[in-house]
Protein backbone atom coordinates (compact mmCIF):
# COMPACT_ATOMS: atom_id res chain seq x y z
CA UNK A 1 0.00 0.00 0.00
CA UNK A 2 0.33 3.44 -0.45
CA UNK A 3 -0.27 6.87 1.19
CA UNK A 4 0.27 10.31 0.67
CA UNK A 5 -0.50 12.85 3.34
CA UNK A 6 -0.59 16.41 3.32
CA UNK A 7 -0.08 18.83 5.88
CA UNK A 8 0.38 23.02 5.81
CA UNK A 9 -3.08 24.04 4.91
CA UNK A 10 -4.78 27.12 6.74
CA UNK A 11 -6.80 30.10 6.92
CA UNK A 12 -4.53 33.02 5.95
CA UNK A 13 -5.12 36.68 4.99
CA UNK A 14 -4.59 38.17 1.47
CA UNK A 15 -0.75 38.74 0.57
CA UNK A 16 -0.02 36.00 3.12
CA UNK A 17 2.11 32.58 2.78
CA UNK A 18 1.80 29.12 3.23
CA UNK A 19 3.61 26.24 2.73
CA UNK A 20 2.01 22.27 1.72
CA UNK A 21 3.83 19.26 2.23
CA UNK A 22 3.06 16.02 0.73
CA UNK A 23 4.61 12.55 2.02
CA UNK A 24 4.58 9.39 0.10
CA UNK A 25 5.31 6.53 2.17
CA UNK A 26 4.43 2.47 1.78
CA UNK A 27 5.83 0.23 -0.37
CA UNK A 28 7.42 2.54 -2.92
CA UNK A 29 9.92 1.35 -5.63
CA UNK A 30 10.52 4.39 -7.86
CA UNK A 31 8.26 8.02 -7.81
CA UNK A 32 7.68 9.03 -11.65
CA UNK A 33 5.66 12.16 -10.86
CA UNK A 34 4.04 14.74 -7.84
CA UNK A 35 1.96 16.66 -8.63
CA UNK A 36 -0.36 19.33 -6.77
CA UNK A 37 -3.92 20.20 -7.47
CA UNK A 38 -6.23 22.77 -6.45
CA UNK A 39 -10.29 21.87 -6.11
CA UNK A 40 -11.95 25.34 -5.51
CA UNK A 41 -15.83 25.02 -4.65
CA UNK A 42 -17.95 24.09 -7.17
CA UNK A 43 -15.02 23.82 -9.75
CA UNK A 44 -13.12 20.83 -11.02
CA UNK A 45 -10.03 19.81 -9.79
CA UNK A 46 -7.03 21.40 -11.35
CA UNK A 47 -3.45 20.93 -12.37
CA UNK A 48 -1.27 23.71 -10.22
CA UNK A 49 2.08 22.57 -10.06
CA UNK A 50 4.11 19.52 -10.72
CA UNK A 51 7.45 17.94 -11.19
CA UNK A 52 7.50 15.52 -14.40
CA UNK A 53 9.26 12.56 -15.15
CA UNK A 54 12.24 14.71 -16.58
CA UNK A 55 12.40 16.60 -13.37
CA UNK A 56 11.01 20.12 -15.16
CA UNK A 57 7.99 21.66 -13.42
CA UNK A 58 4.88 22.54 -14.55
CA UNK A 59 2.75 25.81 -13.35
CA UNK A 60 -1.22 27.10 -13.66
CA UNK A 61 -0.96 30.33 -15.20
CA UNK A 62 -2.49 31.65 -12.27
CA UNK A 63 0.18 31.14 -9.56
CA UNK A 64 3.59 31.08 -11.98
CA UNK A 65 5.23 33.76 -10.09
CA UNK A 66 4.13 33.50 -7.04
CA UNK A 67 3.91 29.41 -6.17
CA UNK A 68 6.50 27.00 -6.02
CA UNK A 69 6.98 23.08 -6.21
CA UNK A 70 10.09 21.51 -4.54
CA UNK A 71 11.08 18.16 -3.41
CA UNK A 72 12.73 16.04 -1.29
CA UNK A 73 13.68 12.98 -3.09
CA UNK A 74 15.12 11.04 0.08
CA UNK A 75 11.86 11.69 2.02
CA UNK A 76 9.55 11.40 -1.08
CA UNK A 77 8.09 14.60 0.02
CA UNK A 78 6.96 17.49 -2.53
CA UNK A 79 6.44 21.25 -0.45
CA UNK A 80 3.89 23.40 -2.28
CA UNK A 81 5.59 27.01 -1.40
CA UNK A 82 2.18 29.45 -1.45
CA UNK A 83 3.27 33.44 -1.51
CA UNK A 84 1.28 36.44 -2.57
CA UNK A 85 -2.04 34.50 -1.97
CA UNK A 86 -5.47 35.98 -3.18
CA UNK A 87 -9.21 35.15 -2.00
CA UNK A 88 -9.17 33.20 -5.50
CA UNK A 89 -6.67 30.58 -4.45
CA UNK A 90 -9.33 29.28 -1.96
CA UNK A 91 -9.40 25.46 -2.56
CA UNK A 92 -8.93 22.48 -1.41
CA UNK A 93 -5.72 21.24 -2.34
CA UNK A 94 -4.15 17.48 -3.24
CA UNK A 95 -0.86 15.96 -3.63
CA UNK A 96 -0.72 13.28 -6.26
CA UNK A 97 1.80 11.06 -7.60
CA UNK A 98 2.69 8.49 -10.00
CA UNK A 99 4.66 5.45 -8.99
CA UNK A 100 5.77 1.73 -9.63
CA UNK A 101 4.69 -0.11 -6.33
CA UNK A 102 7.70 -2.97 -4.97
CA UNK A 103 6.64 -6.41 -7.01
CA UNK A 104 3.98 -4.75 -9.03
CA UNK A 105 4.32 -3.76 -12.72
CA UNK A 106 3.19 -0.58 -14.26
CA UNK A 107 2.85 3.10 -13.10
CA UNK A 108 -0.38 3.82 -10.64
CA UNK A 109 -1.66 6.90 -9.69
CA UNK A 110 -1.98 7.70 -6.14
CA UNK A 111 -3.93 10.73 -4.47
CA UNK A 112 -3.60 12.18 -1.00
CA UNK A 113 -6.89 13.11 1.12
CA UNK A 114 -6.56 16.99 0.75
CA UNK A 115 -5.73 20.08 2.50
CA UNK A 116 -7.85 22.95 2.87
CA UNK A 117 -6.44 26.39 2.12
CA UNK A 118 -8.68 29.44 2.83
CA UNK A 119 -7.55 32.73 1.64
CA UNK A 120 -9.48 35.87 3.16
CA UNK A 121 -9.34 39.36 1.71
Known amino acids: QVQLVESGGGLVQAGGSLRLSCAAS????????MSWYGQAPGKQRELVAS???????NYADSVKGRFTISRDNAKNTVYLQMNSLKPEDTAVYYC???????????????WGQGTQVTVSS
Open 26 to 33: GNIFTINT
Open 96 to 110: ASRLQERGRLGWRDY
Open 51 to 57: FTSGGST
